[in-house]
């Protein structure tokens, strides 16, 4: 009775477009922090726009955070919608936390795996900021978010690869003659490997919503 009660009450429909203002965020950070690994004179301009993305996407957050307060009947389960939140928000921690170890390092050329797992940021985030629209009505739109949570699945994997390559080229290479640059770009590999980690992670909270409200 309760669960029939809950139904026909009006749910907040604020969430989804915070989810997908967050999405969106994520977006413009990714492509921020691909013109970043390009190098060039824009390197620091670039890494200081990415730091100004990231506080804007701490303030959807946050947002969200509030609304969860404030909300009396939510489309989902609480901690579903602060693990999604909470996951795309440290997508773009990572990225921000990549343009400053560029910055703190005064690093300037980068691993061509370094660009490629950028390119994999951008895909991932294009296509997390396909699903989270679709979660406004999870039971027509099941398969569909199924197929695009394996697409994530399917590049995180490819991300792991690049990481494990471009370690391996760099400790043979560079590595040899400066142990420093070793320590720096494994340190970018690493926020690198995280952030596709973490759009792994918002993929994860999507599947267990599907299969909680499908």
Do not use: W
Request: charged share 30%; with cysteine.
């Amino acid at each position: 009775m309760v669960q029939f009660i809950k139904s026909l009450m009006p749910k907040e429909e604020k969430f989804f477009d915070l989810f997908e203002a967050q999405a969106a965020k994520a977006q413009e950070a990714a492509q921020t922090l691909r013109a970043i690994l390009d190098g060039g004179a824009s390197l620091a301009d670039n890494c200081a726009k990415l730091s100004r993305q990231e506080e804007e996407a701490d303030h959807i957050s946050y947002e969200v955070m509030q609304a969860i307060r404030r909300a009396f009947i939510t489309p989902f389960d609480r901690s579903d919608i602060k693990a999604l939140s909470s996951t795309l928000d440290d997508a773009i921690d990572q990225m921000n936390k990549t343009g400053k170890v560029v910055m703190l390092y005064d690093v300037t050329t980068f691993e061509p795996n370094m660009r490629a797992m950028a390119d994999r940021v951008i895909m991932l985030a294009k296509l997390t900021a396909e699903a989270l629209p679709l979660l406004r009505n999870v039971g027509s739109n099941s398969s569909k978010l199924h197929t695009l949570t394996g697409e994530i699945t399917k590049i995180e994997e490819q991300s792991d690869q690049l990481n494990d390559e471009g370690l391996r080229t760099l400790y043979k290479g560079r590595a040899k003659k400066d142990p420093l640059a070793f320590i720096i770009g494994s340190e970018l590999y690493d926020h690198l490997e995280k952030i596709c980690d973490r759009f792994e992670d918002v993929a994860h909270v999507v599947s267990d919503i599907v299969i909680e409200h499908a």
